[in-house]
């Protein structure tokens, strides 16, 4: 069966066929716009960003699989093939890495760390006054999905005060959970750091804006690995000069890689990671995709799909 790539460009494929002849060695694994492969002989697609309508030019497709957990970067697609299952790339080291990156985020923001490295860049000794403490710090969540809940219940285990914020209901030990638009107040004003995990949805796109941003506690932080469409980013730096925020550390971009020019790139209260929360081997995710390209070939159901009608 005929496996099209497209994740890494050109020089990632010498390690996905690596993978892939472990994984799945029966899979043909080209390139994308591999000129010799004609469209019909496509069966499956593993895909990070995929050119809008290249998606659609496969008649035969039985699957697309994204090689991360997000599927906004298919769906912002308008021709994608309707009917053709789309699947997220959820492994253990996901859930793993990104909770590791929450916990990481998350100190660094309660300690001031984006600070300290400042003052290291400017052989500044500046001591600070106290010491905050994971038991004094109340995080909230927003999305408590496959990476949020897993994140939630790290951090609970840290000592840090968890909170979460879903679409639905949910009762999590340790956890102190809010749902839905009307629960949205109560549950920032409680959030002294906010970390976001939310898939980017028509729901969920601009969702802090000054508004809500300005429902955080003065002082709060802010942890973005969900999207950057969550984030209105001319509101967060507003809200860090005039102080009502006390710093953010944004790990997703709407330009990837984040442009020279940025404001982000300099602003003191801003910390920013390249994309790099949680991104599983290429080893590890041909292991998972080979998974679901063999569910799907036995006709059984395959885990992680797409719901239309969440729009996630
Ligand atoms: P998921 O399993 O689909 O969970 C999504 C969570 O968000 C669910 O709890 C869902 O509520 C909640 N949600 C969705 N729409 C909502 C709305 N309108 N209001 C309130 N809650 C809403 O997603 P995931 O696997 O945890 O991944 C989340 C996102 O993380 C991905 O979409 C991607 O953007 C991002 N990500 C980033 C990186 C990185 O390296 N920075 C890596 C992987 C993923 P319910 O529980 O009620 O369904
Ligand atoms: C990364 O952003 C992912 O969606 O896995």
Redesign the pocket.
Known sequence: MLVMIKSGGAQAMPAWREAFANALPEADVRCWGDPGVPPEAVRYALVWEPERGALARFPNLRMVIST?????HVLADAHYPHGVPLA?M?LPE?RD??AE?VAMGTLMLMRDMGTVARNQAARRWQTMPFTPLARRTRVGV????????HAARYLAGMGFEVS???????SIAGVASY???AN?PVFLRRADILVN?????A??VG?LNRQRLSMLPRGARLLN???AGHVVHEDLLALLDEGHLGGALL??FEAEPLPPGSPLWTHPGVIVTP?????PSRADRAHRAAQLIRLAEAGAPVPDLYVPA???
């Open positions: 991360g957990a997000g599927l906004d997220r959820i996901t890495g990104m990156f927003m999305g408590l999905g496959a990476l949020g809940l979460g914020w879903s679409r639905s209901p949910k749902h839905a638009m949205l995990l939310l898939p980017q949805t729901d969920t969702l690995a969900g999207r790990d997703v994309h790099c929360a949680a991104t969440r729009g996630y």
